[in-house]
T-cell receptor, first 111, second 114 residues
Framework: GEDVEQSLFLSVREGDSSVINCTYT??????LYWYKQEPGAGLQLLTY?????DMKQDQRLTVLLNKKDKHLSLRIADTQTGDSAIYFC???????????FGKGTSLLVTP | DGGITQSPKYLFRKEGQNVTLSCEQN?????MYWYRQDPGQGLRLIYY???????QKGDIAEGYSVSREKKESFPLTVTSAQKNPTAFYLC?????????????FGSGTRLTVV
């Protein structure tokens, strides 16, 4: 499938904002997702955004989409130690049947 | 509560054995998926099924087999032909056949070859 790229690690201090970035190569990507995975667990859907949107906000989470640059970001406000996890970006074409995932960004929140 | 259940949580396989990983959902979801997760590799699609009695190969189907005899169940068999089966296996399901609203994941099965 097409590539979805993420940086591998991010470390932030508790109370700061975290920004996790993702780029994708497929211009047909219509649906974009952010998932969270805690150690030894499955993935939990945090939020998704359609390609006709620029921004979506849900409590502490803000998703920004720059379709021209094929860039997606997830901002977590007031990051807590419980936010430490791996965050996956994923995309799907309108005509596709399965999600294509990035390799995940490990977020470490330090006190 | 509705959800998707994978069992067992941990599984050990000897060289040359076939093993079957269970995935059951009571969400009335149409489509089901199997992914393999390796450290630093992200998730790779093994198989998916949009309707009962039909399934499609994903990117890394070699050495694996599936069945979809019931809407609720999508078991994955790791055969002896899979040369490097040690990994974390994740099952997922989605509303509709095109997963536009994303997946619900199970909690995973960790398979280790001994």
């Amino acid at each position: 499938g097409e590539d979805v790229e993420q940086s591998l690690f991010l470390s932030v201090r508790e109370g700061d904002s975290s920004v996790i970035n993702c780029t994708y190569t497929d211009s047909s990507s219509t649906y974009l997702y952010w998932y969270k995975q805690e150690p030894g667990a499955g993935l939990q859907l945090l939020t998704y955004i359609f390609s006709n949107m620029d921004m979506k906000q849900d409590q502490r989470l803000t998703v920004l989409l720059n379709k021209k640059d094929k860039h997606l970001s997830l901002r977590i406000a007031d990051t807590q130690t419980g936010d430490s996890a791996i965050y996956f970006c994923a995309e799907k074409e309108d005509s596709g049947y399965a999600l294509n995932f990035g390799k995940g960004t490990s977020l470490l929140v330090t006190p | 509560d509705g959800g998707i259940t994978q069992s067992p949580k941990y599984l050990f396989r000897k060289e040359g054995q076939n093993v079957t990983l269970s995935c059951e959902q009571n969400l009335n979801h149409d489509a089901m998926y199997w992914y393999r997760q390796d450290p630093g590799q992200g998730l790779r699609l093994i198989y998916y099924s949009q309707i009962v009695n039909d399934f499609q190969k994903g990117d890394i189907a070699e050495g694996y087999s599936v069945s979809r005899e019931k809407k609720e169940s999508f078991p994955l068999t790791v055969t002896s032909a899979q040369k490097n089966p040690t990994a974390f296996y994740l099952c997922a399901s989605s509303i509709g056949t095109e997963a536009n609203y994303g997946y619900t994941f199970g909690s995973g099965t960790r398979l280790t070859v001994v």
